[in-house]
T-cell receptor, first 114, second 114 residues
Framework: SQKIEQNSEALNIQEGKTATLTCNYT??????LQWYRQDPGRGPVFLLL???NEKEKRKERLKVTFDTTLKQSLFHITASQPADSATYLC?????????????WGLGTSLGVNP | DTEVTQTPKHLVMGMTNKKSLKCEQH?????MYWYKQKAKKPPELMFV???????INESVPSRFSPECPNSSLLNLHLHALQPEDSALYLC?????????????FGPGTRLTVT
């Protein structure tokens, strides 16, 4: 069956450390993968998009990797801050006939302690 | 302006009521989306409009009726809802839906069906 899995437990780290979140998928072949941040009661906010032929993408303190052989994406936040505390969602970007749609993981709740 | 607005912020309705949710964007985006999100779950795609035409309906019950009056506006008409339809309803837009673009989300409407 088709599945997307993110870190099953909430992740709590100390300020200044690097947070690493995982997104694993089975029986999908996405050409693209997106990461979003969601704060409670608000809509998701786009962070990064990575293509299957890109091994790594960076934006400020954020880094995403995409390994289509392992069927895995890793999302890193370096020099983490309490303001980074949120739920992080990965989404597979798939063709749906002539259209595209996102298939979402359950999300990982990240807490950064001061 | 990179904002997607949604009204109302909160809505309480009885099972016999008819109400509408509204969504607006002025980014010139040609794809617009309705999602439903329950607590601690990822967004669940309901409908996609591409160039003002309905392109994806994820087998949503007919008590939810989408409408796209023009390229900036998206409505979701609600009728005879059930208590299990209580959720956060999110609207999103993207430049298009034929190539991978990030989605911009509104703040959502928190719907409670009594």
């Amino acid at each position: 069956s088709q599945k997307i899995e993110q870190n099953s437990e909430a992740l709590n780290i100390q300020e200044g450390k690097t947070a690493t979140l995982t997104c694993n998928y089975t029986n999908y072949s996405p050409a693209y993968l997106q990461w979003y941040r969601q704060d409670p009661g608000r809509g998701p906010v786009f962070l990064l998009l990575i293509r299957e032929n890109e091994k790594e993408k960076r934006k400020e303190r954020l880094k995403v990797t995409f390994d289509t052989t392992l069927k895995q994406s890793l999302f890193h936040i370096t020099a983490s801050q309490p303001a980074d505390s949120a739920t992080y969602l990965c989404a597979l970007d798939l063709n749906a006939g002539n259209n595209r749609k996102l298939i979402w993981g359950l999300g990982t709740s990240l807490g950064v302690n001061p | 302006d990179t904002e997607v607005t949604q009204t109302p912020k909160h809505l309480v309705m009885g099972m016999t009521n008819k109400k509408s949710l509204k969504c607006e964007q002025h980014m010139g985006h040609r794809a617009m989306y309705w999602y439903k999100q329950k607590a601690k779950k990822p967004p669940e795609l309901m409908f996609v409009y591409s160039y003002e035409k309905l392109s994806i309906n994820e087998s949503v019950p007919s008590r939810f009726s989408p409408e796209c009056p023009n390229s900036s506006l998206l409505n979701l008409h609600l009728h005879a809802l059930q208590p299990e339809d209580s959720a956060l309803y999110l609207c999103a837009s993207s430049q298009g839906d034929r190539t991978p673009y990030e989605q911009y989300f509104g703040p959502g409407t928190r719907l409670t069906v009594t």
